[in-house]
């Protein structure tokens, strides 16, 4: 199978599971404000790798809910992709968000010193 075939399976497997996690009844699911950052398909569409972002709840029990409602998740993933193989999904959580907010704090702290005011500063001494 090509590599384009592949990443647009990607694509289209990450958009049609951020539709089905808004219908996922599970509240440690339903409730968290999951959004699917990426999608790895194995060349022979047996397996997924689904990396989400949580926003609210505790992490171990939203991946519990995810694992618990992965059977409904691959039945409705069937449904709507036209695929030959319908792949097992496994949850890894993406930190990538959190590490990126984390930066944009760290660098909004900075405070930048015009270097002309440090000078006037040391000749007045």
Known sequence: MANYR???INDE???TL???LREVKDPRVSGAFISVTGV?????LKYAKVYYSAL?????????GLKSSA????????????????????FVEDESIAYGARISTILNSI???????????EEDN
């Not at 790895?40 to 022979?44: A, K, Q, S």
């Not at 609210?56 to 519990?64: R, T």
């Not at 449904?79 to 319908?86: D, E, F, I, P, S």
């Not at 405070?111 to 500063?121: K, N, S, Y």
């Open 71 to 90: 059977g409904f998740i691959r039945r409705q993933v069937a449904q709507r992709m036209n695929l030959r193989a319908t792949p097992e999904f496994t």
């Open 40 to 44: 790895d398909v194995t060349p022979d």
């Open 56 to 64: 609210k709840g505790d992490k171990k029990e939203v991946y519990l």
């Open 6 to 8: 592949r990443g647009r």
């Open 111 to 121: 405070t930048i010193t015009d270097p002309e005011e440090e000078d006037a500063g």
């Open 18 to 20: 951020a539709e089905i």
């Open 13 to 15: 497997m990450q958009k």
